[in-house]
């Protein structure tokens, strides 16, 4: 079973408008990270924003926020006010606690932003 | 802001030839990652390290691998005999603990071909 599943594969936004990027996993660890990373056509990964399962409130760095909703697994990535840099690849990342460092990437989902 | 960096940012290899990627990951930070990515498919766990050794790693990890920290700044990745599928990118990443809720910071990657 798909650990961490993105089932977007591409995602279209007009400039100024917000977008949701889905992100559903599982785990049966009750300890665990949830991070989205951005990868920009030049390729690099770059950390986006982190949510712990044991957070109470939903993670925001500035125009990035999760809509973390536990008990259905999910993991959103909302990116609100969309800019024409924003397009790129976005990764959904989980790292488990317990006796594991690895992240474990989703498939990823294409933004493009148009004016 | 500190970041990893990486060397070089493309390496073209000939089948069976030895590769060694670099990595001069943050300075304060503990924890040593090498992640892998095929073009147009997901990120994927090579390898973890830490003091001097490895702490865990994937099945993609065989033999021809192998991790080395040779001073206090670099961490390498070396590719012994290196074959067709091993063209990648190749992410070398860095944490400060070890834990679920601490975030991998990753380099720029190296674009690794192999003809």
């Known amino acids: 079973a798909q650990k961490i599943t993105q089932t977007q594969p591409g995602m279209f936004v007009q400039e100024k408008e917000a977008v949701t990027l889905d992100c559903t996993y599982d785990?049966?660890?009750?300890?665990?990270?949830l991070f989205w990373y951005k990868q920009p056509s030049s390729g690099e990964m770059i950390f986006l924003i982190y949510?712990?399962?044991?957070?109470?409130q939903n993670a925001t760095e500035g125009r990035y926020s999760l809509n973390f909703q536990k008990a259905r697994k999910s993991a959103n990535l909302v990116i609100s006010a969309s800019q024409l840099g924003d397009s790129a690849m976005y990764f959904c990342?989980?790292?488990?606690?317990?006796?594991?460092?690895?992240?474990?990437f989703g498939t990823g989902t294409r933004l493009q932003v148009f004016p | 802001e500190p970041e990893v960096t990486q060397t070089p940012s493309h390496q073209v290899t000939q089948m069976g030839q030895e590769v060694i990627l670099r990595c001069v990951p943050i300075?304060?930070?503990?924890?040593f990652y090498w992640y892998r990515q095929i073009l147009g498919q997901k990120v994927e766990f090579l390898v973890s390290?830490?003091?001097?050794?490895?702490?865990?790693k994937s099945e993609i990890f065989d033999d021809q691998f192998s991790v080395e920290r040779p001073d206090g700044s670099n961490f390498t990745l070396k590719i012994r005999s290196t074959k067709l599928e091993d063209s990648a990118m190749y992410f070398c990443?860095?944490?400060?603990?070890?834990?679920?809720?601490?975030?991998?910071?990753f380099g720029p990657g190296t674009r690794l071909t192999v003809l």
């Open positions: 990443a860095s944490s400060v603990r070890r834990s679920d809720t601490d975030t991998q910071y």
């Open positions: 785990t049966s660890d009750p300890s665990y990270g």
């Open positions: 949510q712990g399962s044991y957070d109470q």
């Open positions: 990342a989980m790292r488990e606690a317990q006796n594991t460092d690895k992240l474990i």
């Open positions: 300075s304060n930070h503990l924890y």
């Open positions: 390290f830490y003091n001097n050794e490895i702490s865990e």
